[in-house]
């Protein structure tokens, strides 16, 4: 068996385009492992994904996408990550945050412990929305918030914890669950979902990293708001209406009744 590597021996490659020779092997590995939990889009939609220009202004919002395909020095795959940049501009002209939405990482086994995930959490998503708020003309110092969707915890499930153990290592909080009800949207084929009877939403959790504001263990309601507004704004433009209906209710129906909402740094 090989050894874990350190982060000095990967090579990371950024996909941002369609023809970029490792992307089909990219999206198959992250839909191997989560493509049966119906948390993976389809890879259509990661194409039209890698299409978004952050300098385009689509109903108040820039988005860019780019997938990760880091490999080690035998060239095999060691991780794979995706994620968003979502600007939403009346947010953040009025000093509210830019997000990046941490979509999915997949680490190979043998190489946990090399620093991937860190790596990945806080030099490459933080780049991508720098780099987006310079090409969308927004302020550069901008705060920045990474937000990554989780199965929730359940006890005795040692792989879902241990992947919520590494995104708290990496730095991000967990969104108590008790104020607010998440779902993510429904990622199945439009057939399957009009045969079932309509969408319906996965209950995860949030994760956050504030960046700059790491110590803070709570945040005020509205900015939690406004950051799943931005979340379903990115869903939105590769998702039909009547899909996103169900989320956008419960989120209404779960409106967060305190000013401010705890950040949890264990489980």
């Given at each position: 068996?090989?050894?874990?590597?350190?982060?000095?021996?990967?090579?990371?490659h950024i996909i941002r385009h369609k023809d970029d020779p490792l992307l089909k092997q990219g999206y198959e590995a992250l839909n191997t492992y989560f493509g049966g939990r119906?948390?993976?889009?389809?890879?259509?939609?990661?194409?039209?994904?890698?299409?978004?220009?952050?300098?385009?202004?689509?109903s108040g919002c820039g988005f860019h996408y780019e997938m990760v395909v880091i490999t080690d020095s035998e060239g095999k795959i060691a991780c794979v990550g995706d994620y968003s940049v979502i600007l939403s501009h009346q947010t953040i002209l009025s000093g509210g945050a830019a997000i990046v939405h941490l979509s999915h990482i997949w680490v190979d086994p043998e190489q946990r412990g090399a620093g991937i995930v860190e790596q990945y959490m806080n030099v490459l998503t933080i780049n991508a929305a720098r780099q987006s708020l310079a090409e969308a003309e927004l302020p550069a110092d901008a705060p920045i918030t990474l937000a990554a969707e989780m199965e929730p915890y359940e006890a005795g499930n040692m792989e879902r914890i241990l992947r919520l153990r590494r995104f708290f290592r990496a730095?991000?909080?967990?969104?108590?669950?008790?104020?607010?009800?998440?779902?993510?949207?429904?990622?199945?084929?439009?057939?399957?979902?009009?045969?079932?009877?309509?969408?319906?939403?996965?209950?995860?959790?949030?994760?956050?990293?504030?960046?700059?504001?790491?110590?803070?263990?709570?945040?005020?309601?509205?900015?939690?708001?406004?950051?799943?507004?931005?979340?379903?704004?990115?869903?939105?433009?590769?998702?039909?209406?009547?899909?996103?209906?169900?989320?956008?209710?419960?989120?209404?129906?779960?409106?967060?009744?305190?000013?401010?909402?705890?950040?949890?740094?264990?489980?």
């Open positions: 068996m090989r050894h874990s590597k350190k982060a000095s021996d990967l090579t990371v119906n948390e993976m889009e389809a890879l259509a939609v990661i194409i039209e994904r890698l299409k978004w220009d952050p300098s385009e202004n689509i730095g991000l909080l967990m969104v108590d669950p008790a104020a607010i009800t998440y779902l993510q949207p429904d990622f199945r084929a439009a057939a399957e979902i009009d045969a079932s009877g309509g969408a319906v939403g996965v209950p995860l959790v949030l994760m956050l990293r504030r960046v700059g504001k790491e110590a803070e263990r709570t945040m005020p309601a509205d900015e939690l708001h406004n950051l799943i507004l931005g979340l379903y704004a990115m869903y939105a433009q590769t998702m039909r209406p009547q899909d996103m209906q169900v989320i956008y209710q419960t989120l209404d129906d779960n409106e967060v009744r305190d000013s401010t909402v705890a950040l949890l740094n264990r489980v």
